[in-house]
Nanobody, 126 residues
Framework: QVQVEESGGGLAQTGGSMRLSCKLS????????MAWFRQAPGKERELAAA????????YYGDSVKGRFTISRGDARNTAYLQMDHLKPEDTAVYYC???????????????????WGQGTQITVSS
């Protein structure tokens, strides 16, 4: 069983920055891709960023490209989401996910991941 634990989040101002962290634990997390998805009220869950198991490939949602950066820690069981130039429309619950997506197409959709964190709220004030 894999556990997913997020940290970070809270209130930010427009134009500000924030960093989220995600850590995997358990017996079988090796070679897992990791991703951050977000869900705003009344909207579907959408990709913020994803990276494969060694960080060699990364994928971003169109609305965050150029502003958000995903990275993996050296131990490979952590992932970080650096969010810069925040906008009010970035307000959402952010979920860390882990899994073994079969392809880049799978890596950018929620169905590509088996393990999810509880989510952390980010609110960007205008």
């Amino acid at each position: 069983q894999v556990q997913v634990e997020e940290s970070g989040g809270g209130l930010a101002q427009t134009g500000g920055s924030m960093r989220l962290s995600c850590k995997l634990s358990g017996r079988s997390w090796s070679a897992y891709g990791m991703a951050w998805f977000r869900q705003a009220p009344g909207k579907e869950r959408e990709l913020a960023a994803a990276t494969d198991w060694d960080g060699s490939n990364s994928y971003y949602g169109d609305s965050v490209k150029g502003r958000f950066t995903i990275s993996r820690g050296d131990a490979r069981n952590t992932a970080y989401l650096q969010m810069d130039h925040l906008k009010p429309e970035d307000t959402a619950v952010y979920y860390c996910a882990a899994g073994r997506p079969f392809s880049p197409t799978q890596a950018v959709i929620p169905q590509g991941y088996d393990h999810w964190g509880q989510g952390t709220q980010i609110t960007v004030s205008s």
